[in-house]
């Protein structure tokens, strides 16, 4: 879970005294944590903030998700919104802390949940690795698998947007984002020299932030010797003009506005038909200063244009990032 951008610490921006605001929470592994106290945590954060949404990478193992729908059915609650992600945990912690900047943009939970999928396309995510023997969650040649043998090796693989693999010091760094983006970096036993120097500058983010490397990201990756970033918009008013772009429908079971295809919360598909139009975008509020002791933020770039975005067709190939000027 990475520190939320709000003035409150790792809970992010809380509402006004006595009003529940937005908060990050991270669900325990069903070994640490018995059904019965799940399912009283979970209940209790829905009758405090109404709507959760819970995000994990699609590798998360199998017993952690039969315990994310153990107590969503137990529970009996569309008000839970179980959501995996084809990304590595970092990035997946990335669109958590995105999502709760939008959720200060008075959107609703309908529109939240979904646009979880969205934000997927426009983050640009891998690792350092010093070994890629292993590695199965991105395809990887026969050469460099044999190459990772070599002793001081060193690859930079990326998940996200496309799998690539590279050899660092050899080849030339990966493209990466064609519009303003935060560099949040978490390291194993893997040195993060490449990524804050090479990387950093080739992908000319606007700021970095390092962080504690996720508990899942040894396994996912297949060996700690990690050092695991992600890339994505930072800019709240630009996360809000991206979501606020995209065509929306009403849900005709739960009766909650959406984007895409499917309602996340109570998983009713949207008919064919014409999507309700945008609403118009909110104003932009002042970031909140930090209290003292607080970890920093990532650097946000100053505000920008998003151009819209049209939803595809079920079935389509993912768009194109957003071409926002640097």
């Known amino acids: 879970m990475l520190p939320a951008p709000g003035r409150h610490g790792p809970l992010g921006r809380q509402g006004p005294p006595g009003l529940p605001g937005p908060t990050v929470m991270a669900l325990r592994h069903p070994r640490e944590q018995p059904l019965e106290e799940a399912l009283a945590e979970v209940s209790a954060v829905l009758e405090q903030h109404g709507f959760l949404v819970v995000l994990h990478p699609a ?7 039969r315990r994310l729908h153990t107590v969503r059915s137990v529970l009996e609650s569309d008000r839970m919104a179980l959501i995996p992600l084809p990304l590595p945990p970092l ?18 939970a309908g529109v939240l949940a979904t646009a979880a999928r969205l934000l997927t396309h426009y983050i640009h995510a891998g690792a350092v690795l010093g070994s890629v023997a292993k590695l199965d ?12 043998w070599v002793p001081g090796a060193q690859f930079a693989v990326l998940a996200a947007p496309r799998p690539q693999l590279v050899r660092i010091g050899r080849d030339p760094v990966p493209p990466g984002p064609d519009f303003a983006t935060g560099l949040v970096h978490a390291s194993g036993r893997a040195d993060a020299a490449w990524v804050t120097g090479e990387l950093a500058a080739g992908w000319r ?16 990756w297949a060996t ?14 630009v996360l809000s003009r991206l979501v606020a772009s995209v065509q929306r429908a009403r849900c005709s079971w739960c009766g909650l506005e959406i984007i ?6 109570c998983a009713t598909p949207v008919p064919p038909g014409p999507a309700a139009p945008s609403p118009p975008l909110p104003q932009a509020v002042p970031a909140p200063v930090p209290h003292q002791g607080a970890p920093p933020p990532v650097a946000q770039p100053p505000p920008q244009s998003v151009p819209p975005y049209h939803q595809p067709a079920v079935g389509a190939a993912p768009p194109s990032p957003p071409e926002i000027n640097r």
């Open 137 to 148: 969650r991105v395809p990887v040649t026969l050469g460099a698998h044999a190459r990772s």
């Open 224 to 237: 700690d010797k990690v050092c695991e970033f992600a890339a994505g918009i930072t800019d709240p008013l």
């Open 205 to 220: 983010v606007q700021g970095m932030e390092m962080v504690p490397l996720p508990a899942a990201s040894a396994p996912w």
């Open 59 to 65: 590798a998360t193992p199998a017993e952690v998700v």
């Open 91 to 108: 990035a997946v912690a990335v669109i958590a802390r995105q999502l709760l900047q939008l959720s200060t943009a008075d959107l609703g």
């Open 260 to 265: 895409g295809d499917r309602c996340l919360l």
